[in-house]
């Protein structure tokens, strides 16, 4: 495994109940010297506030699109992907791992995935009963 150090980890956070455990994991990625970059879906705030991620990451945590400013201006998905060495998916929710699995994008997470050129890893996240589901083993198939 190639070191941490001063590389550039962007970390999408989805929907699901583990996503309280990303704090651990942003604070551990910058320990060992990682610039972070968290990306949060909608639904993932309701696990896991967007402040507590950047007071974690030193950086702000992108939610959106586009700005809530009333400027017009966006988070550009495209430079967004080619800025990380990596991008991990953690937790990838059900719905998350099935919208990509269609090429879907209605997300911030999800337009960066589609545009990213480096590296990608999920680690899916939901009960066992949902993960042994037909429908989503055959989305993860489809990801492989």
């Known amino acids: 495994m190639e070191p941490i150090l001063h590389r550039r980890v962007l970390l999408g ?3 699901s109940i583990a996503a309280y455990k990303t704090a651990w994991l942003v604070r551990d990625l910058v320990k060992a ?10 639904a993932a ?5 967007p402040l507590t991620l950047a007071t974690l990451s030193k950086r702000p ?12 201006s966006w988070n550009d998905h495209v430079s967004l992907g080619r800025w990380a060495d990596v ?4 937790p990838a929710s059900a719905h998350t791992l099935a919208k990509m699995a269609q090429g879907l ?3 911030l997470l999800l337009a960066t995935w589609l545009s990213a050129t480096c590296p990608v890893y999920v680690a899916p996240a939901m009960d066992l009963e949902m993960f042994a ?12």
């Open 45 to 49: 705030h309701d696990f896991v506030t």
């Open 87 to 90: 991008l991990v998916v953690a």
């Open 13 to 15: 956070v989805t929907g």
């Open 105 to 107: 994008c209605d997300n």
């Open 33 to 42: 010297g990682a610039e972070v970059q968290v990306v949060m879906t909608p």
């Open 133 to 144: 589901d037909p429908a989503t083993a055959h989305n993860l198939d489809l990801l492989r």
């Open 61 to 72: 945590v992108l939610t959106d699109l586009f700005l809530r400013d009333g400027s017009g």
